[in-house]
């Protein structure tokens, strides 16, 4: 079995695989917040990185990304510019992706900035054009980057976005577990990106890739398939009490200054009523842990109201902890 072994050089600086990576990056941002569909000739004067004097070098260029996106999951769908349906752009489909258009105002925007500019991808500074798509920021944002060195990760991204493309299967150590691995799709969830598909062995997982160590790619492309009804973006719990060998549903009553917040965080399958002072919430919970460790963020302004279970459990931390 040939294996491919990239050098940290390799996966941190692959200017190659950066510059797909942004393309596809500037692409998204473009389309989640313009807010209606856009022609192919729109994209190519529009989004960075398809700066091609040449019509079929472009066409070539785009073709390829919208492939690339579909096999990571996210789908391009066309639709009417206008009620004449004469001409048709292309979107992304309601539900095809997680980021909603945010509607940035200038302070969110500037601080969305700050934040860019504060993380270094592989050591270079993050460039401005996702963030010009999503509105720009305002004229008094400038200076240097802050040196946040992302690093080592972003090196594994690049590699695990190769496999994901060619459907190659990876060997790397999870908590010093050798894990060999299809790869169906990359996941960015609460601060963290996630490899999902299915160990060689059959078993669906999800692994962080933060600790993922000892990475290779084999030789073989197009070693697997994945499978028609595998969802990438399902194949990570909303919130990270969803997923546990745990069944209940926590009824909780969170008071009205901490209700956004709450609505936030809670995940979809969560069912809401408004209260007089607040809101009422059922949650399901299958990691009571995980669970607590999150309402313990609210202090006293979360009430578990039922199972008297989990209040117990709760009351039991919050007694061990002072």
């Known amino acids: 079995m040939q294996r491919i072994h990239l050098s940290e050089s390799q996966r941190v600086h692959n200017p190659r695989v950066s510059k797909v990576i942004e393309r596809i990056l500037n692409l998204l941002a473009f389309l989640l917040t313009v807010g209606r569909p856009v022609s192919a000739e729109e994209?190519?004067?529009?989004?960075a990185g398809y700066e091609q004097s040449e019509d079929e070098a472009f066409r070539r260029m785009f073709e390829r990304d919208k492939e690339l996106l579909r096999q990571l999951g996210i789908s391009l769908e066309l639709q009417a510019t206008d009620a004449f349906e004469v001409e048709y752009g292309y979107v992304?489909?309601?539900g095809g992706y997680e980021l909603p258009d945010p509607g940035l105002t200038d302070e969110e925007r500037a601080a969305l900035w700050l934040a860019a500019q504060a993380v270094r991808l592989g050591g270079q500074p993050s460039g401005p054009e996702a963030i010009f798509k999503l509105?720009?920021?305002?004229?008094?944002?400038?200076?240097?980057?802050?040196a946040a060195n992302l690093g080592e990760e972003v090196g594994l991204l690049g590699d695990l976005f190769t496999a994901v493309v060619e459907h190659r299967i990876v060997d790397f150590s999870y908590r010093d577990t050798p894990r060999a691995?299809?790869?169906?799709?990359?996941?960015h969830r609460r601060g963290h990106w996630y490899l999902v598909g299915s160990l060689v062995s059959g078993d669906i997982r999800a692994f962080?890739?933060?600790r993922i160590s000892d990475l290779s790619l084999r030789q073989a492309a197009g070693a697997f398939e994945r499978p028609a009804d595998f969802s990438v973006e399902g194949s990570i719990p909303d919130a990270p009490w969803e997923a546990g060998p745990e069944d209940l549903t926590a009824e909780v009553l969170f008071d009205a200054e901490v209700a956004w917040w709450a609505r936030r965080e809670m995940g979809a399958n969560a069912e809401v009523t408004?209260?007089?002072d607040g809101?009422?919430?059922?949650?399901?919970v299958a990691h009571v842990d995980a669970f607590i460790g999150w309402l313990l963020g609210f202090v006293d302004q979360a009430e578990v109201v039922s199972p008297l279970e989990l209040r117990e459990r709760l009351l039991a931390r919050v007694g061990s902890a002072s």
């Open 279 to 284: 809101i009422r919430a059922r949650i399901p």
């Open 274 to 276: 408004e209260e007089a």
């Open 181 to 187: 691995f299809k790869s169906y799709g990359l996941v």
């Open 135 to 146: 509105g720009g920021v305002p004229g008094s944002i400038g200076g240097e980057p802050l």
């Open 92 to 94: 992304v489909p309601e």
């Open 43 to 47: 994209i190519r004067f529009t989004v």
């Open 208 to 210: 962080r890739v933060d």
